[in-house]
């Protein structure tokens, strides 16, 4: 990101991603339930969190 902005460019792609996740958590042949659809976000986080941490620690061993 260029100064902490997000473009209108990059937030329509965020949306996507998110409509894509959502979609696929409530149709299909699953059915989850809420608190089987917060397991799944909770994890896509802690996949978020784990690669920012990754991606820090090399950063800081470039430098």
């Given at each position: 990101m260029?100064?902490?902005k997000i473009?209108?460019?990059r937030m329509q792609i965020l949306m996507?991603?998110?409509a894509?996740?959502?979609k696929t958590m409530v149709t299909g042949a699953w059915?989850?339930?809420f608190e089987?659809?917060?397991?799944?976000l909770?994890?896509?986080?802690?996949?978020?969190?784990e690669s920012r941490k990754k991606n820090s620690?090399?950063?800081?061993?470039?430098t």
């Open positions: 260029d100064g902490g473009t209108p460019f996507e991603i998110a894509r996740v959502v059915h989850l339930t089987e659809m917060e397991i799944v909770d994890m896509i986080k802690r996949e978020i969190e620690e090399s950063s800081e061993e470039d």
